[in-house]
């Protein structure tokens, strides 16, 4: 006797096409949050110091790579001529380093006018100091940090790793930086470029430094680039052509080479001040991969 084929009835063809209709759905939403997921995990406004009246200017972020340990750090110091700009102004540099096995770590600092130099570059000190001692918390090898800095953040990231006293007085010293990438950075010599400075430029420059030409000497970085200064190797960047940032660039690695410290300039062209930070990290970023580049040679 054969068997009768099975039969399904129409409550049980109604189940079962409720159950597709659900599964493909939680399917369709996981594949989603993956496809969209970020390749960090955030902790969002830890505080590293209590100097500043209002704590956010004393805060970092910490994007940690979701896979991996002991991995090497890049601390980020925001550009806004010290007087503006967040911790938050990251755009795709987080998910470009996380994903590349780096911890990103982005900082504030006091801005002026309500602080004036050397606020801004001992919270930066701090910073890294701190960030030194807490690292096994956060996935970081303390013996692989980086300092990038962009435009008046490229200025406080040369300051810090040169003028070897700043990060003594924080209760570090100068050999916790492994390298230092500066990103169309000012202010590099302030001695020379403040008289020629465009107004708006040079009004930011006296509420930060003041107007006296032996406080912008003691806030230029190629001050203290002197032979036997135990200073990292550094990356130079810049954006365009017959800028500001060019001369300032150009002038700093001159002086690095006589003092027998290593470094490199690189020029992009066809960049601008903006867009040099804006698409760092985007697909196809030509600055990013010279900067991992640079990174990698420094951990050699």
């Known amino acids: 006797m054969k068997d009768a084929p099975l039969s399904i009835g129409p409550r049980l063809k109604g189940m079962l096409l409720v159950f597709f209709c659900v599964w493909g759905s939680l399917l369709n939403q996981l594949y989603a949050q993956k ?12 505080k590293y110091s209590q100097k500043a009246k209002d704590a956010r200017f004393n805060s970092l972020d910490i994007y940690m790579p979701r896979k991996g340990s002991n991995s090497p750090v890049i601390i ?82 040369a300051l810090v790793s040169l003028n070897e006293h700043l990060l003594r007085e924080a209760g570090g010293s100068q050999n916790i930086v492994k390298g230092v990438v500066l990103l169309d950075g000012v202010g590099f010599d302030m001695v020379s470029t403040m008289p020629d400075a465009v107004s708006k430029v040079r009004e930011w420059c006296i509420d930060t430094f003041g107007d006296s030409p032996d406080n912008w000497a003691d806030a230029s970085p190629v001050t ?36 027998g410290i290593k470094n490199k300039v690189m020029n992009y062209s066809k960049k601008s001040n903006l867009s040099i930070n804006k698409e760092l990290g985007k697909d196809d970023d030509k600055v990013a991969e010279d900067i991992l580049v640079f990174l990698h040679e420094c951990l050699r």
Do not use: C
Not at 35 to 46: A, L, P
Not at 112 to 136: K, Y
């Open 35 to 46: 496809k969209g997921e970020t390749s960090y995990f955030k902790v969002s406004d830890v």
């Open 224 to 259: 203290y680039v002197k032979p036997g200064v135990a200073a990292p190797p550094h990356l130079i960047i810049y954006a365009g052509t017959k800028s500001p940032t060019e001369k300032d660039a150009v002038l700093l690695a001159k002086k690095l080479t006589e003092a």
């Open 76 to 157: 980020w110091i925001h550009g806004g001529v010290w007087t503006f700009g967040d911790k938050s102004d990251v755009d795709n540099k987080p998910e470009y380093f996380t994903s590349r096995g780096y911890v990103f770590i982005s900082i504030n600092h006091r801005l002026s006018p309500d602080a004036r130099f050397p606020a801004h570059v001992q919270d930066v000190a701090d910073a890294i100091v701190w960030i030194h001692n807490n690292l096994p918390h956060y996935s970081g090898d303390p013996s692989k940090i980086f300092l990038m800095g962009y435009a008046s953040g490229a200025h406080l990231a």
